[in-house]
């Protein structure tokens, strides 16, 4: 059994390019994530205050580790405009060995 720190797949909505950019680009730069892929055109249906509603979104699939899956998480609510945004991790269970090493590399917390 591999040892190694465990890669998980981070999701999230947002309701514009903006904040979806702002998002990425700052847990990427903080190496909280080696990876956000922004997803264009998701609709969301969900109830919220009573009330069933649909937006159009764009959908993150953030990629990080098991070590830093706290920290981007926190990050992720400082900087979201939602008041209660998606924030949902599921760990990968099989991925090309190299990917998942490039993940880990680019997430780690002692690089500058």
């Known amino acids: 059994m ?5 890669v998980l797949l981070l999701l999230t909505t947002c309701p514009d390019q903006a904040s979806a950019e702002r998002i990425a680009t700052t847990l990427v730069g903080e190496r909280l994530a080696a990876c956000v892929t922004r ?4 609709h969301s249906t ?10 159009a979104e764009l959908q993150l699939l953030v990629k990080t580790t098991a070590s830093r899956i706290d920290a981007a998480m926190a990050r992720l609510l400082e900087l979201h405009p939602y008041e209660l945004p998606e924030c949902i991790a599921v760990e990968t269970r099989a ?7 490039w993940i880990r590399a680019q997430t780690r917390e002692d690089i500058v």
Do not use: E, F, M, N
């Open 46 to 55: 969900y109830r919220w205050q009573g009330q069933v509603t649909t937006d």
């Open 95 to 101: 991925g090309l060995p190299a990917y998942l090493d």
């Open 2 to 6: 591999s040892t190694a720190d465990p």
């Open 39 to 42: 997803l264009d055109g998701a």
